[in-house]
């Protein structure tokens, strides 16, 4: 077995050590513990695959991609915890209590020592090096680049060398300089343009360089990634599915009708479906954003509304995509807990198992 390349987080193992350069030469997959600081060790959950599908494909790998790791949600900027699954109180320690843990995305240049960030029209708060931290060490978490400043499709367009660096590889040296692990995992690019040539480019040109992996959008993917492909094919994207929120899914009920700009609500059923069709050799990345609970409080500025209190998930409903009903994301995890041939793992530790360099 080969170490990994100088890639150690004082007080913690990484999840995965492969023995082989390549995929085709993966015999063997040795899951290691990642230590939690000031708690008990957390181990990540290991499938148990038959050795033929060991000796040829490592996998199928899930992970828990938490977008721009968002705390909490807020009314005019001023945290409101109300009917909210918090990240880091409610979330966090639950997926640790399944032995999983998530990974978060991280716009740099937009993330304080301490205090939150405050996004999505004044009404969400994004994890302060602080808040990741602790979850890095007290829950295995592991954090990636949602580039530095989440910049629009016109300052790509119009980047300097400096400049795409910067929002690049640049964004990963700050991570690693606050002691996070899984920086080099992936770079996540903001927005609905990531086909874009201009934002092909700052990948191909730059993000390939460091990162193991570029998220892109491409909803025909549902998320199921073919890495025999992804690994050998530059500029090295990837794809997640994301669960967002809608109107509901019961035609005959006034949510039905609800007016969100984007989409319907994400049936759990919808995402299982697409876990149990799992294979080795294949990297589910599953995205979420804010989870909620009950109803909506009776905000004065923030504009989001839900209803997650019937027992049937085809009558819950957002009016925003950025809002999913926590009770079915539980239902989702509790479908992964329960395939043992399943990883729950980051996107570096998907790039050390096949082959990526960085």
């Known amino acids: 077995m080969t170490a990994k390349r100088g890639r150690k987080h004082p007080g913690r193992r990484r999840a995965w050590l492969l023995g082989a350069v390549t995929v085709a030469a993966a015999v063997a997959l040795v899951p290691t513990t990642r230590a939690a600081a000031g708690g008990p060790a957390l181990g990540l959950r290991t499938g148990a695959a038959s050795a033929s ?5 490592p996998g199928p790998f899930v992970t828990l991609l938490f977008s721009r790791t968002e705390i909490s949600a807020a009314d005019n900027c001023i945290q409101d915890d109300d009917s909210i699954a918090r990240l880091d109180t409610t979330v966090a320690p639950y997926l640790q209590s399944l032995g999983m843990a998530g990974t978060g995305t991280l716009v740099t240049k937009r993330t304080d020592q301490s205090a939150r960030h405050c996004t999505h029209y004044n009404d969400d708060l994004t994890a302060s090096w602080d808040d990741a931290t602790n979850l890095a060490q007290n829950y295995g978490w592991s954090f990636v680049s949602h580039t530095a400043t989440y910049p629009g499709l016109a300052a790509i367009q119009n980047f300097t060398p ?28 903001p927005g609905s343009y990531t086909k874009n040539p201009a934002v092909v480019n700052l990948h191909t040109q730059y993000g390939d360089t460091c990162f193991d992996w570029g998220r892109q959008y491409n909803h025909a993917a ?7 492909l992804a690994s050998t094919t530059p500029p090295h994207w990837v794809y997640p599915v994301a669960v967002v929120g809608g109107p509901c899914n019961v035609p005959t009920d006034p949510c039905y009708t609800v007016h969100v700009q984007n989409g319907r609500y994400t049936m759990p059923s919808t995402i299982i479906n697409q876990i149990h069709q799992l294979k080795p050799g294949m990297w589910y990345i599953f995205q979420a954003y804010i989870l909620v609970t009950g109803t909506n409080p009776d905000y004065t500025n923030d504009r989001m509304r839900w209803d997650c209190t019937d027992p049937n998930p085809a009558e819950h409903w957002t009016n925003v995509t950025v809002r999913y009903c926590y009770s079915d994301y539980q239902q989702i995890i509790q479908a992964i807990a329960a395939d043992p041939n399943i990883t729950v793992t980051d996107p570096q530790s998907v790039g050390e198992a096949y082959g990526r360099p960085y």
């Open 162 to 189: 400096a400049q795409a660096y910067a929002q690049t590889c640049g964004s990963l040296a700050t991570i690693k300089a606050h002691g996070l692990p899984g920086a080099a995992g992936m770079i996540a690019y």
């Open 222 to 228: 549902h998320g199921q990634n073919d890495m025999a």
């Open 53 to 57: 599908n060991a000796a040829t494909a």
